[in-house]
Antibody, heavy 116, light 108 residues
Framework: EVQLVESGGGLVTPGGSRKVSCAAS????????MSWVRQAPGKGLEWVGR??????????DYAAPVKGRFTISRDDSKNILYLQMNSLKMEDTAVYYC???????WGQGTLVTVSS | DIQMTQSPSSLSASVGDRVTITCQAS??????LNWYQQKPGKAPKLLIY???NLETGVPSRFSGSGSGTDFTFTISSLQPEDIATYYC??????????FGQGTKLEIK
């Protein structure tokens, strides 16, 4: 059974940084295209970015609002996906989900609140 | 960038009604389209993949159709447990893998 478990959310001041994690079981992350999706309070789903599988080059793509500030990476030895968020803004406040590219598996989400 | 336009943004229907939601892509995405159901406080749940394939375990009253730029999601007979927000998402190789704006479905 595939399980994705996010962690690392919390309160961050504007301009600060936060790294959230997505630990996988039942799925080898290096073999999967993985995405980060966020949802601001009361709003819709927003695609944040993705990382391709190792065999497809492991490259990353990002949505325009986060490009240059957010970085997706993966630790293949630990089977964990990361989202490093820098220069955080209040509008980055959201629940952050990791998910498989096909959308069949999602984590439970972790809330990142950017506030002074 | 590929944009996804979903409509309507909200919908009120009676139990037993047929419900239809549409999603339009700004360019050809073949059949790389998913439909999700999201209930408050929960992660999205995949209902339809590749535009028209029913995910395992999902009731057959849910269906999807379309290819290229125009897609439709249908609930053939609305049930009380279908109250949720529904989203389309394109997952073509070209990013961003954008979502539609969502359709909030309510019971009349």
């Amino acid at each position: 059974e595939v399980q994705l478990v996010e962690s690392g959310g919390g309160l961050v001041t504007p301009g600060g940084s936060r790294k959230v994690s997505c630990a996988a079981s039942g799925l080898t992350l290096s073999k999967a295209w993985m995405s980060w999706v966020r949802q601001a309070p009361g709003k819709g789903l927003e695609w944040v970015g993705r990382i391709k599988s190792k065999v497809d080059g492991g490259t990353t793509d990002y949505a325009a609002p986060v490009k240059g500030r957010f970085t997706i990476s993966r630790d293949d030895s630990k089977n964990i996906l990361y989202l490093q968020m820098n220069s955080l803004k209040m509008e980055d406040t959201a629940v952050y989900y990791c998910a498989t590219r096909g959308g069949d598996y999602w984590g439970q989400g972790t809330l990142v609140t950017v506030s002074s | 960038d590929i944009q996804m336009t979903q409509s309507p943004s909200s919908l009120s229907a009676s139990v037993g009604d047929r419900v239809t939601i549409t999603c339009q892509a700004s360019q050809d995405i073949s059949n790389y389209l998913n439909w999700y159901q999201q209930k408050p406080g929960k992660a999205p749940k995949l209902l339809i993949y590749d535009a028209s394939n029913l995910e395992t375990g999902v009731p057959s009253r849910f269906s999807g159709s379309g290819s290229g730029t125009d897609f439709t999601f249908t609930i053939s007979s609305l049930q009380p447990e279908d109250i949720a927000t529904y989203y389309c998402q394109q997952y073509d190789t070209l990013p961003p893998n954008s979502f539609g704006q969502g359709t909030k479905l309510e019971i009349k």
